[in-house]
């Protein structure tokens, strides 16, 4: 009888312990919601953006931005399930997704460039957090989430690359 007791009580310990989240889990649970925020600032952002921007260059970058909303719809989504896939929960709320992504919002209406300017000044921030989020998940051994991070940054990368390139003059 005792080695009953003995053997309940050691699988009591281990349930109590996988469900405690570790530190490491907790740090890159925390990661990832933050560029699940980040990215629904940036939606949010360049949905305005393609609704109010204006000037020579409107027709391309009324396209792009509905582009990258679009986009980002979809990879809010896939942010929050790998989230739950990890056992963790995601944030939501806009007055709680704008708190966490700390981006400013901005008014219309604005210069063209401006719009770009602001874009890329948050497609930045996003890109830095994604990239902790994906050096967590490496520290972690979990490659699922690494890769998803190295595609959402890869796909920032190209946006910031072609909102500079229209800058240039």
Known sequence: MDWLIEHEQKR???????????????QLSESLNQVLA????LMALTHLA???VEGPGFFALHTAF????????????????RIRARGAYAIGGLGNLAKAAEMKEFTSP??????VRLLLKAND????????????????????????????????????????????S
Do not use: C
């Open 12 to 26: 009591t310990h281990m349930a109590k312990r996988a469900s405690t989240p570790s530190k490491q889990e907790r």
């Open 50 to 52: 393609h609704w109010n």
């Open 110 to 115: 604005l210069a063209q460039e401006e719009y």
């Open 66 to 81: 509905q582009t990258q909303y679009e986009e980002l719809f979809t990879a809010i989504d896939e942010i929050a399930e």
């Open 125 to 168: 921030k996003l890109v830095a957090d994604a990239a902790e989020a994906r050096d967590l998940a490496g520290a972690a051994n979990d490659p699922e989430t690494q890769d998803l991070m190295i595609e959402r940054i890869t796909l920032h990368q190209k946006t910031i690359w072609m909102l500079k390139s229209f800058l240039k």
């Open 38 to 41: 980040d990215s629904y600032a």
